[in-house]
C-alpha cells in the first residue's frame, strides 16, 4: 500500500480534493475538529427538526461544478429551491421574484457532504494543531497530542485563518492564506407553534442587523417540520456583535425580524444560536488552489475562489488536480 494523503477539514473543499484522489486510485485519510463532516454546510438536528444553519443553498456557475451538482440530484442529495423570495431596503419589504436557480441539500443541506463522505476513511474530533515532516514524511498532531502519519503529501482544506496557523512549512503559502480576513455571522434559529402569516420564504435584508432570513419548510424534504427560521446576521452587526451572550444575541435578531416580517411574531417555543467565526471571506480571488509540489503541501477552500459553496468544490478539485499533476 502506498503511504497515505492527509486532508485536514472535511467541508466541501476537503471532500471534493478525497473524491477526485481517491478517484485517482490514491489513498487519503480525512481529519476534521468537529463530531462530523460538512463545515459550514452542516446541519444541526434540533428538537425543532433539522435547521441549515451555515449554507442555505448554492448556486451554479462553472460548467465543471454543473456536471456534478446534476450528479448529486440523480443521487438524490440535491433538489432545486424556488423560495417565494423578498428583500428588505428603505424599511420596505418587497416581492423581488428572479430566474436565478437555486440548489439545496435534501432533505437538509449537510446531505451533500454526507454523500460526498460515504465509505472514505475518516477522523473526526481530531483537532490538527502542527503538521511536522520527519523520515521525509510528513505527520500531523493533534489538540490530544496524538500524532498521525506517515503521510506522502498533506491537504490542508480549513478557513483561511487556521489554514494559515498549519502552514509553518511553507512561509510562502502560509502568507498568501495570512493575508485572507474573514468575517463572522451570527446565525439564530427560531421555531413557532403556530406557523407565521406571512408569504415570505426567503429574503435578503440590506439594512439593520440582518443579511438573511429563510423559512425552513419551504425547502424541499422539509414540508413536514414546524415553522422554523433561520436568520443571519450581517458581517458588520455580527462582527460588532461577536462576544455578546447567545440569548442577547436571539433576542436582538428575533427583534429585528419581527419588525420587517410584516405579520405578528409570537414567542418562539425554540430558539438556537451560532457563531461562525470564520465564516465570509471579505474578498474573492481567483488562485484556485495553494500549492508547493516539492514540499508536498497543498490548500484549498472556498477563500481561494469565490467564497461560495461552488468556490469551495472547485477549490478542492484544483487542489487534488496539482497534486495528481506533482506527481506526474
Ligand atoms: C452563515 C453562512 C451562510 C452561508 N451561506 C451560503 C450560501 O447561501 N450559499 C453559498 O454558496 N455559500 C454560503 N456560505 C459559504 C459556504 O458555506 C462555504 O463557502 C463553504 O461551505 C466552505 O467550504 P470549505 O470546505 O471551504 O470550508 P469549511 O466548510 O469551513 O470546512 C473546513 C473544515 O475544516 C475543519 N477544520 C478547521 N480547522 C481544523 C483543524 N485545525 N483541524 C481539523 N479540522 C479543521 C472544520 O471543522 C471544517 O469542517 C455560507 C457560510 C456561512 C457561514
Ligand atoms: N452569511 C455568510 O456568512 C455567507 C457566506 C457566504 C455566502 N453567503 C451568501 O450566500 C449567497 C450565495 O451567493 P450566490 O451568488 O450563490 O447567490 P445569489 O445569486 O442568490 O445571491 C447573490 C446576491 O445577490 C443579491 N440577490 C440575489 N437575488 C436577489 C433577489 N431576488 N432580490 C434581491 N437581491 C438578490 C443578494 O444580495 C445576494 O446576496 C449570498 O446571498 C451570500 O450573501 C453568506
Redesign the pocket.
Known amino acids: 500500500m502506498s503511504t497515505p494523503i492527509a486532508i485536514i477539514g472535511a467541508g466541501v473543499a476537503g471532500l471534493s480534493a478525497a473524491h477526485a484522489l481517491h478517484a485517482a486510485g490514491l489513498d487519503i485519510q480525512l481529519f476534521d475538529k468537529s463530531r462530523g463532516s460538512g463545515g459550514?454546510m452542516a446541519s444541526k438536528r434540533s428538537e425543532a427538526g433539522v435547521l441549515d444553519l451555515?449554507?442555505?443553498?448554492?448556486?451554479v456557475r462553472d460548467r465543471r461544478f454543473a456536471e456534478v451538482v446534476a450528479q448529486w440530484r440523480q443521487q438524490g442529495w440535491v433538489a432545486q429551491w424556488s423560495p417565494n423570495?423578498?428583500?428588505f431596503n428603505r424599511g420596505q419589504l418587497s416581492h423581488?421574484?428572479?430566474e436565478?436557480e437555486?440548489w439545496v441539500g435534501t432533505p437538509r443541506m449537510s446531505a451533500i457532504t454526507r454523500g460526498l463522505l460515504g465509505e472514505l476513511p475518516a477522523h473526526f474530533t481530531r483537532r490538527i494543531t502542527e503538521i511536522f515532516r520527519s523520515d521525509r514524511h510528513w505527520h500531523l498532531q493533534d489538540a490530544e497530542g496524538e500524532t498521525h502519519g506517515p503521510f506522502s503529501r498533506v491537504l490542508i482544506a480549513a478557513p483561511a485563518p487556521q489554514a494559515a496557523a498549519l502552514l509553518g512549512a511553507a512561509p510562502k503559502l502560509a502568507a498568501a492564506a495570512a493575508s485572507v480576513q474573514m468575517?463572522?455571522?451570527w446565525?439564530v434559529a427560531l421555531a413557532f407553534d403556530t406557523p407565521l402569516d406571512t408569504r415570505v420564504e426567503g429574503c435578503?435584508v440590506?439594512e439593520g442587523p440582518l443579511?438573511?432570513l429563510a423559512r425552513t419548510r419551504s425547502k424541499p424534504g422539509r414540508e413536514d417540520q414546524p415553522d422554523t427560521w433561520v436568520l443571519?446576521g450581517s458581517?458588520a452587526w455580527s462582527k460588532q456583535h461577536l462576544g455578546l451572550p447567545k440569548e442577547d444575541v436571539i433576542e436582538l435578531l428575533h427583534g429585528a425580524f419581527a419588525e420587517l416580517i410584516g405579520c405578528a411574531v409570537p414567542a418562539p417555543r425554540f430558539t438556537l444560536a451560532h457563531r461562525?467565526l470564520y465564516?465570509?471571506p471579505t474578498q474573492g480571488h481567483q488562485w484556485g488552489a495553494l500549492a508547493d509540489g516539492d514540499l508536498g503541501i497543498y490548500a484549498c477552500g472556498?477563500w481561494c475562489l469565490?467564497?461560495?459553496?461552488?468556490g469551495a468544490w472547485l477549490s478542492g478539485q484544483e487542489a487534488a488536480r496539482r497534486l495528481l499533476e506533482h506527481l506526474g
Open positions: 459550514r451555515g449554507a442555505q443553498y448554492f448556486t423570495l423578498y428583500h423581488s421574484p428572479d436565478q437555486r468575517e463572522p455571522t446565525a435578503f440590506q443579511d438573511w443571519h458581517s461562525w465564516a465570509r472556498d469565490s467564497g461560495r459553496v461552488e
